[in-house]
């Protein structure tokens, strides 16, 4: 901006010079010169001084004022709903000079989703996407995008341990510790911790079982960490680690797990199996080899459209949507057809069109929208309307009318997702069924406070669901920590827990 008006300037004045009282006019030869402007002009030397008094005689023309921006940082920003950030900013030029800052004011677009203090902190509300615009000195504006997520994905729950993926990949777990399973290398998590995942592909899905666990990737990959005593992780290392460092790799991609005590089987794209660990209930593999440690395939042939692990056996739904279990057999988990030595032939159920199963322990439940929700095995909490406490037979346990939409069952005790309410039977000794009491039953009700969460699972004593605006909800048994709340206090209803920062 000076130095356009410089040039006006001198331009005005070399046009008033042209009209002094001289004209200008053609020479002889037609060519038109300027007049001679006389004592108007000076005579410049080479060096810019004037040749008649040797003084610099050039203009002292000044430089542009530089031209700031308002710069703000971190951006864009992605928050999990609940988190907080601090928006820090600067005004700068293009050669890295700084203005100070005077004033500065925030301002949230989209309150609803991301709200800003004076003092530039972000908190992050609703999932969503929201404009923050900053103002300083009254002159500098400039806006910055702000991404809230969902926190929490998948989860599973293991005997005194729990484990969640979130939005961004990232898995966390927390709770019992004493074989690496909440992938620490303290005792027991109070509240929701990293776990150390190898490879750049993000978590989808994370399974438990009793004392390890898994993690699906993006990549198809599966990669475990806690106890490895079997070959559960899927190698021949032994011992425990708080990482997951083996990659579980093969042709196809890897797509679910099942885990139990000592074991773990994959279920892959084609949704064949492959099995790992302890075998002396031959759920990986027909042989009297203990311990198998490295992944081999388990029921060739079958294929399996979801599948369950128990403790010491292993359920699937076929296709053809009818049930098949195989292993221990010592509680009537395979049902009315196993034999009492158990078996690794598949053991089918004598009902059918069945589309959800869970198991844990010696118990296992399975819902057709046909026959209802139906539960065999062991369970000390009881079941069905007889409050059976053991049957090899499928018993059937009342649920409300409405749409199932999630089944979780824990060691003597079971939930579903009805609709979008949680509702529980069977043992209720640490408060985990969340009706606010520690008294057992073997009939369904619905858990105080239990609605919207979905999805839901169990461990040993223990449950935790995911809301639908993506925040964690636990409650039962809290011993050592597998709720998550700080706390080692068993808790009667669903509980928030608080996201921690990492």
């Excluded at 005077?102 to 004076?118: G, H, M, R």
């Excluded at 002159?139 to 991404?147: D, E, K, L, P, R």
């Excluded at 004493?178 to 005792?187: I, K, L, V």
Aim: aromatic letters at 6%; charged letters at 20%; a negative charge.
């Amino acid at each position: 901006m000076m130095m356009r008006q410089i040039m006006v300037v001198v331009g005005f004045v070399l046009v008033f010079g042209a009209c002094g009282e001289e004209e200008a006019g053609p020479n002889d030869n037609g060519i038109t010169v300027l007049p001679d402007m006389g004592s108007n002009t000076q005579d410049m030397g080479s060096d810019g001084t004037d040749s008649d008094t040797g003084e610099d005689a050039s203009q002292d023309i000044p430089e542009a004022e530089p031209e700031f921006r308002l710069v703000l940082q971190p951006r864009p920003l992605l928050l999990a709903r609940q988190e907080q950030a601090r928006i820090t900013a600067a005004l700068v030029d293009d050669e890295g000079g700084e203005l100070e800052i005077e004033t500065i004011e925030f301002t949230s677009l989209n309150p609803e989703i991301a709200s800003v203090d004076d003092g530039g902190l972000i908190f992050a509300l609703a999932p969503g996407d929201a404009i923050i615009q900053v103002t300083a000195n009254q002159v500098y504006t400039a806006t910055i995008g702000v991404t809230v997520y969902t926190l929490y994905d998948s989860l599973a729950l293991g005997e005194e341990h729990s484990c969640a993926t979130k939005a961004d990949g990232r898995v966390v777990c927390w709770g019992a510790n004493d074989f690496a399973q909440a992938g620490a290398t303290d005792e027991a998590n109070l509240v929701p911790e990293e776990v150390q995942v190898a490879g750049e592909a993000p978590g989808i899905d994370v399974f438990a079982g009793a004392f390890h666990s898994c993690v699906v990737q993006t990549s198809g990959v599966a990669r475990c960490w806690g106890n490895n005593a079997n070959g559960e992780l899927g190698d021949d290392e032994g011992g425990s680690r708080p990482s997951a460092t083996t990659s579980l790799s093969f042709a196809t991609a890897v797509r679910e797990a099942a885990l139990g005590d000592g074991f773990t089987c994959l279920k892959l794209q084609d949704d064949t199996l492959r099995c790992v660990g302890d075998n002396r209930n031959q759920i990986v593999e027909s042989s009297s080899v203990q311990t198998i440690r490295s992944p081999v395939i388990t029921q060739e042939g079958q294929e399996f459209i979801e599948i369950a692990a128990g403790r010491a056996h292993m359920c699937g739904i076929t296709p053809e949507f009818r049930v098949l279990c195989w292993g221990d057999n010592s509680a009537g988990q395979l049902g009315p057809m196993g034999p009492d030595e158990g078996s690794h032939s598949p053991i089918p159920l004598n009902t059918g069109n069945y589309i959800s199963i869970s198991a844990y322990d010696d118990y296992t439940c399975a819902y057709s929208p046909i026959v209802g929700l139906e539960c065999w095995g062991e369970s000390s909490g009881g079941f069905g309307e007889a409050g059976v406490t053991q049957s090899e037979t499928p018993v059937a346990v009342d649920i409300p009318a409405g749409a199932l939409r999630d089944l979780a069952v824990g060691a003597d005790f079971g939930c579903v997702v009805v609709d979008d309410n949680v509702i529980c039977w069977g043992e209720n000794s640490s408060g985990q069924l969340g009706d606010q009491t520690t008294t057992s039953r073997p009939t369904a009700a619905p858990a105080v406070g239990g609605t919207g969460l979905f999805p839901i699972d169990c461990g040993r004593a223990h449950c935790c669901g995911i809301s639908q605006t993506g925040d964690l909800f636990c409650w039962g048994e809290n011993q050592n920590g597998q709720v998550g709340d700080g706390s080692t206090t068993d808790r009667r209803v669903p509980t928030y827990i608080f996201p921690t920062a990492f």
